[in-house]
């Protein structure tokens, strides 16, 4: 064996008597601490449901070999969370907090460093008040979880969000939280009007005991940098009891006008009205081309939507039939399925956006199964502020041909997203930009050659696309992490975090910073992209 080997070998061992000297010590302070037996609630990795825990929390089970924590925390009160953050603190160990394990680049459940997992997912608690128009949600419960209780109670209150069910909510709102419902009512983190946050000091805070700074930092500017976020009080939104969805489905070659269309004035269509755009891969081997879906929610019955389409949109060709009858399948001349519409409860459209029946039973919502085929992905994101010429759809028709599944989706913001301020909550994309673009690219075997190619093409893209998005900087969403723009160093220096930091946060990032001095001095709570203290000298 050679030096080298050798040492290595010797390293390794240091690394694991280290990793047990921390779990001992970790379970010994627990145990002192806990008024309660948080223990019970504790995976190490032989517990027997170690594995199937850590699986359900990996939605991009991209790093599933990769680090993993020394112990899983999953309480089921929230005081049980207290006596967690002060032995970490105790030992030196990270806590990464996980709620739906959603987070695109799998920091909230790997690390270089020997890490806890706090997993919320047994604080899901919801509670709704229909008289004041609020919800009560605890950080564990997903977004379909939310819509379920919300549905079961009122067909004409809805929350805005995002499209994904088993997204955590306490992930989801503390990034922004887009969604269907955002030209009409902003972003889930508009509608927080009161949080539990519990702090580095095992305080638990609401917004009268929290600084100002502190409520505005969590809504949108990541909660996992301030502390543990326990719950939401989030506002109920009133919609119709009758909206309308629809798709329709063209080839890129011969709409590029349309497409063109849709960028300038989607943005400045009624808020009743969101129009987003999926492009992607279609056909067979012998016929594959790139595809362009238009997918709408209306807040209002069919009846006022054609008209409306007519109006702005006669391209599409959509007729009041169109909504209650079978879509025409016909693959002689693809795409197979022209167009399609329904008029549904606001619920039903939850279900359409997710590829789901209008009239499927709710119960989907709740569904907690662990997927037993594997989507691998790579993700990030852009803001566009000017629409984009010819020639760079071109260029995104010819990227396209490259790659097997690949995909933009495209949102447009304006309505009452251009009325709020960008320095109202930390999401700063405002008023100028006319949509955001989420770029995917998604692979069935996670071999490493397989997934070094499927990375190399998307960050290929993104350097593309850059004439044609927003500059100085450019942008990006905070919910479509990327750890190509950087990361955190051991220093956590301020000056290099600001480099991605302003990305997500433009000038709001500074200020974020500041609230981070305050709250958590020391860092405890940090990630690879995590908020920095603010030092004016680094």
Known sequence: ????????????????????????????????????????NIYTP????????????????????????????????????????????????????????????????????????????????????????????????????LYYAIAKKSKVHAFPSGVCFSIGTGGIISGGGIGTLMRKFGLAADNVVDARVIDVNGKILNKNKMKEDLFWAIRGGGGASFGVILAWKLKLLRVPDKVTVFTVYKRLEGNQNLLTKWENIAHQLPDKLLIRVIIQNDGTENEK???????????????????????????FDLEKKDCFQEP???????????????ESSWIGSVLYFYGRRTNESLEVLLEKSIPTQKNYFKATSDFVKTPIPESGWEMVKRLFSEEERPQMIMEPLGGILDKISESEIPFPHRKGNLYNIQ??????????????QKIRWMRKLYKKMEPYVAKSP???????RD???????????????KIWGEKYFSGNFERLAKVKSEVDPKNFFRNEQSIPPYHTDS
């Open 46 to 145: 032989k517990s027997p449901t170690y594995s199937s825990i850590l699986e359900y929390a990996q939605k991009n089970p991209r790093w599933m070999n990769s680090s993993h924590p020394i112990f899983i925390v999953s309480p089921t009160k929230e005081s049980q969370i207290k006596p967690v953050i002060r032995c970490a603190k105790k030992v030196g160990l990270q806590i990464k907090i996980k709620s739906g394990g959603h987070d695109y680049e799998g920091i909230s459940y790997r690390s270089k460093s020997p890490f806890v997992m706090l997993d919320l997912s047994n604080l899901n608690k919801i509670k709704i008040d229909l008289n004041e128009g609020t919800v009560w949600v605890q950080a564990g419960a997903t977004l379909g979880q």
């Open 328 to 342: 025409v399948v016909d693959c002689s001349n693809r795409p197979c399925i022209k167009k399609e519409c329904r």
């Open 289 to 315: 081309y790139v595809e362009i879906i238009f997918q709408s929610l209306y807040l209002g019955p069919v009846d006022e939507l054609i008209p409306l389409l007519k109006e702005k949109f006669p391209e």
């Open 474 to 480: 450019r942008t990006a969403y905070l919910n479509y």
């Open 483 to 497: 750890l190509d723009f950087g990361t955190n160093s051991e220093d956590y220096s301020y000056s290099k975090a």
């Open 1 to 40: 064996m050679g030096n080298l080997q050798i040492l290595s070998l010797l390293l390794f061992s240091f690394f694991l008597s280290k990793c047990y000297s921390k779990q001992e010590d970790f379970v010994q302070c627990l145990s002192k601490y806990s008024k309660t037996n948080v223990t019970q």
């Open 439 to 452: 770029y995917l690219v998604n692979w069935g075997d996670n071999s490493e050659s397989i997934s070094s």
